[in-house]
C-alpha cells in the first residue's frame, strides 16, 4: 500500500507530477538536485521516479530538454519560417523566435538547461544536442553561406547570454525589455553571425590583399 497522500505507480498523473517537480528542482538546483526531494515534491514514492525514468540523465531530458509536442512542432515551423525569409530578416527573426518561445515555454525551464549545463558534465550530451543538433545547427546548415558549425556556436552564444540574462540572472532592465526591443538591439548582431562577413575572413582577406601587394 502506498503511503498516504502519495500517488500509486500506474496513476495517470504522476509521471506529469515528476516531471513538474524536476523542472522546478533541476532549474532550482542544479543537475544534481536530490532525486528524493523530487519524488518528494511530487507526491510519489522514490521508486516511481526510477520507474518512469532509469537514470537522471533521462529524467533530465524529459523534464527539461523535451519540449511539448505542441511546441516541438511550433519550435520547427519557427525554424522553417526563418529559413524562407529573405537574408535581410535571418538576425531579427533568429532572435524573435528565441525569446518569444522561451518567453511562452517559462524562464524555469531556461534556468533548469543553464543550471544543468553549467554544473555537470553528464548533462552536457542532452544539451549539447538540443542546442546544436535540434533546429539551430541544421538551419545554419540552411541559410549560412560558409562556415556554418562556426556560425551556429556563435549565434548559440549570443542567444545562450541573452537568456541567462533575461532568464536566469533576470536583471533590470534588461529581463523586462519587449521581444521587439530585442530584436532591434541583438538582431543585427546575431545576423552577423549568421549570415555576415566574420572578422576573421576579413583578417584574412587584408592579410591575402597585403600579399599580393607586396608581391607587386
Do not use: C, K
Request: no cysteine; aromatic share 6%.
Amino acid at each position: 500500500m502506498s503511503p498516504r497522500g502519495r500517488r500509486p505507480a500506474g496513476s495517470p498523473d504522476a509521471r506529469e507530477a515528476i516531471l513538474a517537480a524536476a523542472r522546478t528542482a533541476f532549474a532550482r538546483d542544479g543537475y544534481q538536485t536530490s532525486l528524493r526531494g523530487i519524488a518528494r515534491q511530487a507526491g510519489v514514492d522514490p521508486a516511481l521516479v526510477h520507474h518512469y525514468f532509469p537514470d537522471r540523465a533521462s529524467l533530465f531530458s524529459a523534464a527539461v530538454i523535451s519540449l511539448s509536442a505542441g511546441v516541438q512542432m511550433d519550435l520547427g515551423a519557427r525554424a522553417a519560417a526563418v529559413a524562407r525569409l529573405p537574408e535581410q530578416d535571418i538576425g531579427a527573426n533568429l532572435v524573435r523566435s528565441f525569446v518569444s518561445l522561451w518567453d511562452e515555454v517559462g524562464a524555469d525551464r531556461f534556468a533548469a538547461v543553464f543550471r544543468a549545463a553549467t554544473g555537470s558534465q553528464d548533462s552536457l550530451a542532452p544539451v549539447a544536442e538540443f542546442v546544436f543538433g535540434g533546429t539551430l545547427g541544421p538551419l545554419m546548415e540552411r541559410v549560412s553561406p560558409d562556415r556554418p558549425q562556426l556560425r551556429t556556436q556563435l549565434v548559440a552564444s549570443q542567444l545562450i547570454g541573452m537568456g541567462l540574462v533575461r532568464w536566469v540572472v533576470r536583471a533590470e532592465p534588461f529581463a523586462a525589455l519587449e521581444v521587439e526591443e530585442l530584436v532591434a538591439l541583438v538582431g543585427p548582431t546575431v545576423h552577423r553571425y549568421a549570415v555576415g562577413r566574420l572578422a576573421e575572413d576579413e583578417t584574412e582577406e587584408a592579410a591575402s590583399q597585403e600579399d599580393a601587394d607586396l608581391n607587386d
